[in-house]
């Protein structure tokens, strides 16, 4: 099992930034991701890093998200810029792997007034 801490969510004004940090309890997986949750919409994937680096984004976010790791710390961070209302939603972090399958962090809520 790996268990995932998210840190660093909070209130910020159209245009602003924050960012997302994820700590992981033991070895972190080659598969990791940020997903996000708004209220009454479906969980959906924002970014995904694998060990070697490589990454994928939703299109929304392209050009204002990044997701990167550091190995050596066990984490994973999401720097938001340029963040839009519709970026309001609790983000989760994730880990995968096909024998564990999905561990997900607790989440921590982003929240952008316009």
């Known amino acids: 099992q790996v268990q995932l801490v998210e840190s660093g969510g909070g209130l910020v004004q159209a245009g602003g930034s924050l960012r997302l940090s994820c700590a992981a309890s033991?070895?972190?997986?080659?598969?990791m991701a940020w997903y996000r949750q708004a209220p009454g919409k479906q969980r959906e994937s924002v970014a995904r890093?694998?060990?070697?680096?490589?990454?994928v984004y939703a299109d929304c976010v392209k050009g204002r998200f990044t997701i990167s790791r550091d190995n050596a710390k066990n984490a994973i961070y999401l720097q938001m810029n340029s963040l839009k209302p519709e970026d309001t939603a609790v983000y989760y972090c994730?880990?995968?792997?096909?024998?564990?399958?999905?561990?997900w962090g607790q989440g921590t809520q982003v929240t952008v007034s316009s």
């Open positions: 033991g070895s972190m997986l080659n598969f």
């Open positions: 994730n880990a995968y792997d096909p024998v564990i399958g999905h561990s």
């Open positions: 890093i694998s060990s070697g680096g490589s990454t």
